[in-house]
Each structure stands twice: as C-alpha cells, then as structure tokens.
C-alpha cells in the first residue's frame, strides 16, 4: 500500500509544536489594512491555537494521527 501523501497547503499553513497543539494565522492580514485599526491589526499579529472541532481534520491533512 501506497504511503499517505501530506497536504501541501496545510502544511505550509499549519505548525504543530512539541506539546501537540496545532497552530494557525489570523484570516484578514494579508490587504486592505487601512481601515483596520491598529489594535486589530496588532492582536492578528500572534498564530493562534486551531479550534478544537478543525483540530482532527488538519491533524489528518498533515498526516497524523
């Protein structure tokens, strides 16, 4: 049986650390900053945690378990 390919954009989008916990970037960072304040812009900065119901379907694109 043919080894399980990983999917390439999942894994250039998500990060698993040491601990498990699988992390991703804010949507709406890329353009059309302007109008978006500072403070809104600042906390998009930080990777953020996958939510817990997303978590078992990116874990199975990047190939785990």
Aim: charged letters at 35%; zero cysteines; proline letters at 2%.
């Amino acid at each position: 049986m043919p080894k399980q390919k990983t999917h390439s954009g999942s894994k250039k989008r998500f990060k698993v650390s040491a601990n498990g916990k699988v992390t991703r970037r804010h949507a709406m960072k890329s353009h059309i900053l302007e109008k978006k304040s500072s403070k809104r812009k600042r906390h998009m900065r930080k990777d953020q945690a996958v939510v817990q119901n997303d978590l078992a379907n990116v874990l199975n694109l990047l190939g785990r378990k």
